[in-house]
């Protein structure tokens, strides 16, 4: 059994910065993968960022060079740095790691940028 936690979110001003933590406990071996997704309401899920075992990551564009992922290996745990956040930001965020042939998914924590 995996268990996938995040935080770190609230309510920030635009301009501001978060960061989210997600660590992933349990019984396993070795992570592949771990990254960030996002919903804002009456939108689709979508990636925000990835970091794969190896050191490559992937941004979407919305994010390049104001979101950064990373990953404490020893620790099972990743983070991403939000900073120069806009109101469009806003929504779940949602950690998914990778083990094996199975994802894992938390249960969110929520952002929320507005004045």
């Known amino acids: 059994q995996v268990q996938v936690v995040e935080s770190g979110g609230g309510l920030v001003q635009p301009g501001g910065s978060l960061r989210l933590s997600c660590v992933a406990s349990?019984?396993?071996?070795?992570?592949?993968?771990m990254g960030w997704y996002r919903q804002a309401p009456g939108n689709q899920r979508e990636l925000v960022a990835v970091?794969?075992?190896?050191?490559?990551?992937n941004y979407a564009d919305s994010v390049k060079g104001r979101f950064t992922i990373s990953r404490d290996n020893a620790k099972n745990t990743a983070y991403l740095q939000m900073n120069s956040l806009k109101p469009e930001d806003t929504a779940v965020y949602y950690c998914?790691?990778?083990?094996?042939?199975?994802?894992?998914w938390g249960q969110g924590t929520q952002v929320t940028v507005s004045s």
């Open positions: 970091a794969i075992t190896g050191g490559r990551t």
């Open positions: 349990g019984s396993f071996f070795n992570i592949n993968a």
């Open positions: 998914n790691v990778g083990i094996g042939m199975r994802v894992y």
